[in-house]
T-cell receptor
Framework: AQKITQTQPGMFVQEKEAVTLDCTYD???????LFWYKQPSSGEMIFLIY??????QNATEGRYSLNFQKARKSANLVISASQLGDSAMYFC?????????????FGQGTRLTINP | GAGVSQSPSNKVTEKGKDVELRCDPI?????LYWYRQSLGQGLEFLIY??????PDKSGLPSDRFSAERTGGSVSTLTIQRTQQEDSAVYLC?????WGSGNTIYFGEGSWLTVV
């Protein structure tokens, strides 16, 4: 079974609009962390935001926020006021277990294109 | 430098040759990961080192692939008898121990082309 599912292979959004990138996950471990990374065409992986399974509040980092719905096993990334520079691949990832015992597993990614 | 450093950044090799890819993690990071990304694809896990624990090698695609981490710091990924399907970007990442620093930082990758 897929651990991380990103159902949107591609998205097109108008500049300055908000965008939500979907991510669902599958785990039976009560301790896990969820990550979002951005990969522009240059290929580097840029860390955006992190949510721990025990965190009470949704994570926020500037224009990025994570809509964490634990019961639904959903961790959607919300980008407010999108910019042309937000065009990139976006990957959701999960690491299970305590003390870093488990590897980081990635979804297949969503290619986001911001139109002027 | 402050980030994860990988070398070489680009490597073109002939089919059948061996290649070594190097990763220098962020100082103090005990966890080190290797991933592979083929063109337009997601990230495929290869191997994971965590401190002195036995590495998780479950992602290595064949016995032509091996990795070691010397002194808990620098890691080398070796691909023997390279094949064309090995062409990909090889990404290294590092992090602190779980619970004391959750962010996992990636290097810029080593682009491998097998001709």
């Amino acid at each position: 079974a897929q651990k991380i599912t990103q159902t949107q292979p591609g998205m097109f959004v108008q500049e300055k609009e908000a965008v939500t990138l979907d991510c669902t996950y599958d785990t039976s471990d009560p301790s896990y962390g969820l990550f979002w990374y951005k990969q522009p065409s240059s290929g580097e992986m840029i860390f955006l935001i992190y949510q721990g399974s025990y965190d009470q509040q949704n994570a926020t980092e500037g224009r990025y926020s994570l809509n964490f719905q634990k019961a639904r096993k959903s961790a959607n990334l919300v980008i407010s006021a999108s910019q042309l520079g937000d065009s990139a691949m976006y990957f959701c990832a999960m690491r299970e277990g305590r003390r870093g015992a488990q590897k980081l597993v990635f979804g297949q990614g969503t290619r986001l294109t911001i139109n002027p | 430098g402050a980030g994860v450093s990988q070398s070489p950044s680009n490597k073109v090799t002939e089919k059948g040759k061996d290649v070594e890819l190097r990763c220098d993690p962020i100082s103090g990071h005990t966890a080190l990961y290797w991933y592979r990304q083929s063109l337009g694809q997601g990230l495929e896990f290869l191997i994971y080192f965590q401190g002195n624990s036995a590495p998780d090698k479950s992602g290595l695609p064949s016995d032509r692939f091996s990795a070691e981490r010397t002194g808990g710091s620098v890691s080398t990924l070796t691909i023997q008898r390279t094949q064309q399907e090995d062409s990909a970007v090889y990404l290294c990442a590092s992090s602190l121990v779980w619970g004391s620093g959750n962010t996992i930082y990636f290097g810029e990758g080593s682009w491998l082309t097998v001709v």
